[in-house]
């Protein structure tokens, strides 16, 4: 199984804010990598594809880099409605893991 | 538009089987490269993928639950189901279906809590 860590698993930030989530994968996973988003009581929401390829009519304030074992999630400038958590996915061998997750709170 | 959403019960009991149904429209299970996955999330933790169908009928099952999952699809009714056997109270979680053309998760259904209890 390939496993996904991120770092750190709570966030606490400011509006205006540059802010960084890693992810780590136990093995290489090409740039085989989305992100997503999630609010409480909601479906998660496609952010990024492919570790970098930003969704249709996602702010360009996220962007995401990195390609074989390690990757990162930046919100350029965290505005009101960033707060949430976030969680990595990666789909190599036609199998998907989730990392654990990144609460991003109000500092 | 692409629209998926799960039905099932929202209470099983102990070793009892849970059958989910995910209801699409939108796309086709039969057109090359689609597929959909179930995902669950317990309470305050983090989303766990549990298995995919693709539109070759190709399955593939988290490796942890293998033993337990089914998942098949009915092309005609725009339907995946998934089975899972010897349901336990660790079990409860919101289950969400999702499509996939591209391998990963782009749209979700709203996902349905499951609780397993007594």
């Known amino acids: 199984d390939i496993q996904m860590t991120q770092s750190p698993s709570t966030l606490s930030a400011s509006v205006g804010d540059r802010v960084t989530i890693t992810c780590r994968a136990s093995?290489?996973?090409?740039?085989?990598l989305a992100w997503y988003q999630q609010k409480p009581g909601k479906a998660p929401k496609l952010l990024i594809y492919?570790?970098?390829s930003l969704e249709s009519g996602v702010p360009s304030r996220f962007s995401g880099s990195g390609s074989g074992t390690e990757f990162t999630l930046t919100i350029s400038s965290l505005q009101p409605d960033d707060f949430a958590t976030y969680y990595c996915?990666?789909?190599?061998?036609?199998?998907?893991?989730f990392g654990q997750g990144t609460k991003v709170e109000i500092k | 538009q692409i629209t998926l959403k799960e039905s099932g019960p929202t209470l099983v009991k102990p070793t009892q089987t849970l059958t989910l149904t995910c209801t699409f429209s939108?796309?086709?299970?039969?057109?090359?490269?689609?597929?959909v996955g179930w995902i669950r999330q317990p309470p305050g933790k983090a989303l766990e993928w549990l298995a995919l169908?693709?539109?070759?009928?190709?399955?593939r099952y988290s490796p942890s639950l293998k033993s337990r999952l089914t998942i098949t699809k009915d092309t005609s009714k725009n339907q995946v189901v998934l089975t899972m056997t010897n349901m336990d109270p660790v079990d409860t979680a919101t289950y969400y279906c999702?499509?996939?053309?591209?391998?990963?998760?782009?749209?979700w259904g709203q996902g349905t809590l499951v609780t397993v209890s007594s």
């Open positions: 169908i693709y539109w070759n009928d190709d399955k």
């Open positions: 996915q990666q789909y190599n061998s036609y199998r998907w893991t």
């Open positions: 939108g796309f086709s299970l039969s057109t090359s490269g689609v597929g």
């Open positions: 093995q290489s996973i090409s740039s085989w």
């Open positions: 999702a499509h996939s053309l591209r391998q990963y998760p782009d749209y």
């Open positions: 492919k570790a970098s």
